[in-house]
């Protein structure tokens, strides 16, 4: 399936939030997501499906200055 990661084309075989995450080796700390300009709680990770052409943000915190 390809979805929009970021703004790129993305192939995966993630059918959710939670594994998309697992498959970009994405640490869930410090970690947000939205999809379709939604954003997802983190406890709702494990149940949100992905389907084709879906966009997904994935943001980290990043520590420094």
Do not use: F, H, Y
Request: glycine share 10%; charged share 15%.
């Amino acid at each position: 399936m390809i979805l929009i990661l970021n703004g790129q084309p993305c192939d995966t075989a993630a059918g959710t939030v939670a594994q998309l995450l697992d498959e970009k080796g994405i640490d869930a700390d410090g970690t947000a997501v939205a999809v379709s300009e939604q954003v997802v709680p983190r406890s709702q990770w494990e149940s949100t499906p992905l389907t084709e052409g879906v966009a997904v943000e994935i943001l980290t915190a990043v520590q420094g200055g």
